[in-house]
């Protein structure tokens, strides 16, 4: 682990943790959320607190606005006590929570009246900081609409405008693109940078996501409330020399392919990266003989490149045993099917709209699914993706258009078709109050599933899903990542056809994600059909067609790398991200954003 003393000193700390721990109490059963925390946050850069849900982010967070006291240990702030003079802490900072608390039926202006009135701004300053704010944001041409009718990058941007209303020295932004699309994020990082450079602030910035960690000048890494190192994303990406490896197997399944490489010994980590699969050892080496890798693909090849932040934080969690060695969903494949098979459609939607009022938020779509295959919905907030599954899944009428599903005319057979569904919505949809066994059972006999076949099922979602030792927890009290395994195991309790995912892994750390995509691909080799919907560009990569939308409407639709190729224009290679912005930017050029 990196020494939170060995931390540059060349500019002033305005931040300082000593020895914290803090301890809560839950279910009957003490948790230690921070175990010794220490470490420094440097005058004028962005320091980036990283780690997965539960690793102790947001109550580091609320210890430094002085909103929660410490078992033991101290924080200091601006030269102050934390915890002795909160209110002078809280006077001096900015901190916007995960869940900031706008008033949607306030409009843009009103909200920064009531914030500027909460912090003492006096009137006479409030117009040109609202001007600096609205241009900063690019809120201006939307300060009469009501917050319940903003994005939810506009939402965050307002919410971010109203914390900065009265000008803070030091910043705290507690996850602030949680659920976010790509556009957004890049605005708001851009909004923080320019702070830091133009106004000279500090900000501590809690993520994660880890490419946001590469953007940080320092990072603190966090897991169940220890820090398990510290220093510039650089520094620490610079151990991981010699351990990156892309594999390539031109016309090969790339989800066969990684499966085959996960279960390789010395394979710590793999993802699917454009056109290969990127995996990472367990020590520097020269590329691996493919033959070793993959001895049913003699036209594949590996090449050992760059390592990124990503493959530091995966391999650090490895190194001390916190997360075992990946393990695929399913027994390896025996062998690697071409990348274009396909079954039959299964999904068809054919000039489908749907209006509430005089707004459509999907305004005439087309595109079909074929049966084991991965189709990814992609688009910024508000899109439509939301309404379009809601649609497909017999919740929500269309307004016109033909949508069928497992031959099944949605118009006239929504019951029967959804017994071939399953759908894990956006937000948790699952009962609180009830343990993970009580809501497996629930969801069972929903399905219609009775005696031993229902005992099976449920034993077969706690083993799949690693629920066992959490069985008689409320599921309202689990991690985020343990809640979005029990909501895709009750999606799954009746093995249906096709699968819906709305956004499954938003929030959720970088091997929780690994590992529903895990989970999505043994389906898709099962012959499952998976829609998803994802704000994270890579996990597009899994998917073998995307469509992209914007207000309700398709942009573009194919592959991956067909979609890439199209966006290239100076970039001889674009990623999914840039080929998704670029689309977004050029579609806004054309004023045709709501």
Avoid at 435 to 457: I, K, P, W
Wanted: with cysteine.
């Amino acid at each position: 682990m990196s020494d939170p003393e060995a931390a540059p000193t060349q500019a002033p700390v305005v931040l300082e943790a000593r020895a914290l721990i803090k301890r809560f109490r839950t279910g009957g059963r003490e948790v230690r959320a921070l175990n010794d925390v220490s470490f420094r946050v440097r005058y004028g850069v962005v320091t980036g607190l990283v780690g997965p849900d539960g690793a102790g982010k947001t109550t580091l967070m609320r210890l430094a606005a002085g909103l929660l006291a410490p078992a033991a240990g101290d924080i200091t702030v601006l030269g102050m006590d934390a915890n002795r003079e909160s209110l002078r802490v809280q006077a001096s900072l900015g901190y916007m929570p995960q869940r900031f608390g706008l008033y949607e039926d306030l409009s843009v202006r009103e909200n920064l009246d009531l914030y500027a009135d909460l912090q003492g701004v006096p009137v006479r300053q409030r117009g040109e900081r609202y001007r600096e704010l609205m241009h900063m944001t690019g809120l201006a041409p939307f300060s009469d609409r009501l917050a319940g009718r903003l994005s939810g990058g506009m939402k965050q941007k307002l919410g971010l405008a109203c914390t900065l209303v009265r000008v803070p020295r030091l910043l705290l932004l507690d996850e602030p693109t949680v659920g976010v699309d790509p556009v957004s994020r890049r605005e708001l990082w851009a909004i923080v940078y320019r702070l830091v450079r133009d106004a000279g602030m500090s900000v501590l910035l809690s993520t994660a996501y880890l490419d946001e960690a590469e953007r940080c000048d320092e990072v603190v890494l966090l897991h169940e409330g220890r820090v398990l190192a510290a220093g510039s994303p650089a520094t620490l990406t610079a151990r991981m020399q010699g351990r990156a490896f892309a594999v390539t197997a031109p016309g090969m399944n790339k989800r066969d392919i990684l499966a085959r490489l996960a279960a390789r010994p010395g394979v710590i980590d793999g993802v699917i990266q454009a056109e290969h699969v990127r995996v990472v050892t367990d020590r520097a080496q020269q590329p691996p003989d493919i033959g070793t890798l993959l001895p049913t693909s003699p036209s594949a090849r590996v090449d050992l490149v760059s390592p990124r932040f990503e493959d530091s934080f995966v391999a650090l969690l490895r190194e001390t045993r916190i997360a075992p060695a990946r393990q695929p969903a399913a027994a390896p494949v025996d062998t690697i099917t071409p990348a274009e098979q396909a079954g039959e459609v299964v999904i068809e939607v054919d000039e489908v709209k749907r209006r509430f009022g005089e707004f459509y938020a999907v305004n005439g779509i087309s595109f079909d699914v074929r049966q084991g295959e991965v189709f990814g919905l992609l688009g910024p907030n508000g899109a439509g993706k939301s309404t379009t599954f809601r649609m497909l899944c017999g919740l929500l009428p269309a307004s016109a258009g033909t949508l069928r599903v497992a031959g099944l005319d949605l118009r006239h057979a929504a019951a029967a078709a959804r017994g071939h569904i399953g759908y894990m919505s956006q937000k948790f949809s699952l009962y609180g109050n009830l343990s993970v066994r009580q809501n497996l059972d629930f969801f069972a006999r929903v399905y219609g599933l009775s005696g031993r076949r229902r005992g099976e099922r449920m034993e077969w979602a706690l083993t799949q899903f690693e629920l066992s030792s959490h069985v008689d927890s409320a599921s309202a009290d689990l991690p985020l990542g343990y809640r979005q395994r029990l909501a895709m195991a009750c999606a799954l309790m009746h093995e249906p056809d096709i699968l819906f995912l709305d956004e499954p892994t938003s929030g959720v750390d970088p091997l929780a994600r690994r590992e529903f995509w895990d989970q999505i691909n043994a389906l898709s080799r099962a012959q499952v059909t998976v829609l998803v919907t994802t704000h994270f560009m890579e996990e597009a990569e899994y998917c073998d067609r995307l469509a992209i939308i914007a207000s309700g409407r398709i942009l573009a639709l194919g592959a991956p790398a067909q979609i890439k190729a199209a966006q290239a224009g100076q970039r001889p290679e674009p990623t999914m991200e840039d080929a998704f912005i670029n689309l977004i930017e050029t579609f806004e050029r054309r004023g045709e954003r709501p």
